[in-house]
């Protein structure tokens, strides 16, 4: 790994900290969002926008829960290799091919295939989601019950959810994972992508997530079950 930085996690969101603030690791965000400025990360220079789509980022920094000034998207890292150990508060760039899941990413974020119960899913990785989502409440039957939560998504800002603690294969690995059941306002944007679930920030935090942007592989190793 030749370069790298720290990170941190601020209720439930990966960030980092720059010369120009704190700015949030967003991979579930095609763009990257902010005032009209250019930021360099792990060799990248990628310039924020002030909105995509009906999104702006004036209205998602308004709904934080703590001080941010942008948002990293995966259009910074397009061309990149990257190494997840969130962990151990690191990001960094990697020299060498990965091996691993190679499901089509969504707009440039990644996508893996994992099992939860019998049923096969495709979800997206979000480090700007703190906790994991399931769709079909169907699938959450095989998991423990957990009682309501309150979660934060720098789109939808807080919200109450219900939640559950779910078995989850994911390549070799058998974890445990909390998912929320995605509610009326995440549903649309789940069905939008085409994906079944969404593996938040707490997934990262289980161990090493390296993801190839160009090629669109994804490997995982964990330490936390």
Known sequence: ????????????????????????????????????ITVKILGNAVQLVSSFGSYTWASIQQALTFEAVGLIGVDAFSDSILGFDVGNKTLAKIDAEITGNDEAFVMGSPVIECQVGEEKLKCLLDTGAGLSYLRDAQVALSGQSLGMRRDFHPILGQFDVETVACSVIAGQHLITEVFGIATESLMPLMESAQIDGILGTSFFQKGVIEIDFSNEVVGATFDKF
Do not use: Y
């Open 1 to 36: 790994m030749s370069q790298s930085i720290e990170v941190i996690v601020c209720d439930g969101i990966l960030c980092a900290d720059f010369n120009e603030g704190r700015l949030i690791i967003d991979t579930g965000s095609p763009v990257s969002l902010g005032p009209d």
